[in-house]
């Protein structure tokens, strides 16, 4: 069964400093992985997500993430925060090729300091 | 529409009532997802509709959830006697073949 690791329930970052928000997942069969981003009240949206090919993914806002096979994992990177990206994100996984259920994690919540 | 939409957006009930969720996903998604969201907490999933097939009950806490689809389009997440742990966000999310996309919620609160 596919599952999901978010490693960090919070992770504080001063403005302009790098991040890397960690994921990790575990399936039997190949993947599709995503980011989602939620601001503060509001809904879900997509940030960026790895259906094939180049493992360096890159979303919006400035996000990119990488599909690491042998240490299956897909951490989110942005080299310079700012204010607005104080929200939650959400890593998730399903089965490749399939219109199957998407897992997510529990999630990591960004503080962006001044 | 162009996105999917959950009405209503907020509700308040007494403990015991029961509730009727609804979700108009977006056109041509043959999938659609509930989940609960809880302060603090991740998404918790709930149920599961695609295409024609039986659904995916797994995360449905209790027998006083239950969930349908019409016509392969509209859903509606029923709690029956609302008790105060119920009380979360309701989100529904549709999608075709890769990325689901999310309504806005609806925020429940049970007295």
């Known amino acids: 069964a596919q599952s999901v690791t978010q490693l960090d329930s919070q992770v504080p970052v001063f403005e302009e400093a790098p991040v890397e928000l960690r994921c990790n997942y575990s399936?039997?069969?190949?993947?599709?992985l995503f980011w989602y981003v939620q601001y503060p009240n509001q809904g879900l949206q997509l940030l960026l997500k790895y259906l094939s090919g180049s493992t360096l993914v890159k979303g919006i806002n400035g996000f990119e993430a990488e599909f690491n096979k042998s240490q299956t994992s897909f951490h989110l990177r942005k080299p310079s925060v700012h204010i607005s990206d104080t929200a939650e994100y959400f890593c998730?996984?399903?089965?490749?090729?399939?219109?199957?259920?998407?897992?997510f994690g529990k999630g990591t919540r960004l503080h962006i300091l001044p | 529409g162009a996105g999917v939409s959950q009405s209503p957006s907020n509700k308040v009930t007494e403990k015991g009532k029961d509730v009727e969720l609804r979700c108009d996903p977006i056109?041509?998604?043959?999938?659609l997802y509930w989940y609960r969201q809880s302060l603090g907490q991740g998404l918790e999933f709930l149920i599961y509709f695609q295409g024609n097939s039986a659904p995916d009950k797994s995360g449905l806490p209790s027998d006083r959830f239950s969930a349908e689809r019409t016509g392969g389009s509209v859903s509606t997440l029923t709690i029956q006697r609302t008790q105060q742990e119920d009380s979360a966000v309701y989100l529904c999310a549709s999608s075709f073949s890769t990325a689901q996309f999310f309504g806005p919620g609806t925020r429940l609160t049970v007295l």
């Open positions: 056109s041509g998604h043959t999938a």
């Open positions: 399936s039997s069969v190949s993947v599709y």
């Open positions: 998730a996984v399903s089965d490749r090729g399939r219109d199957d259920k998407i897992i």
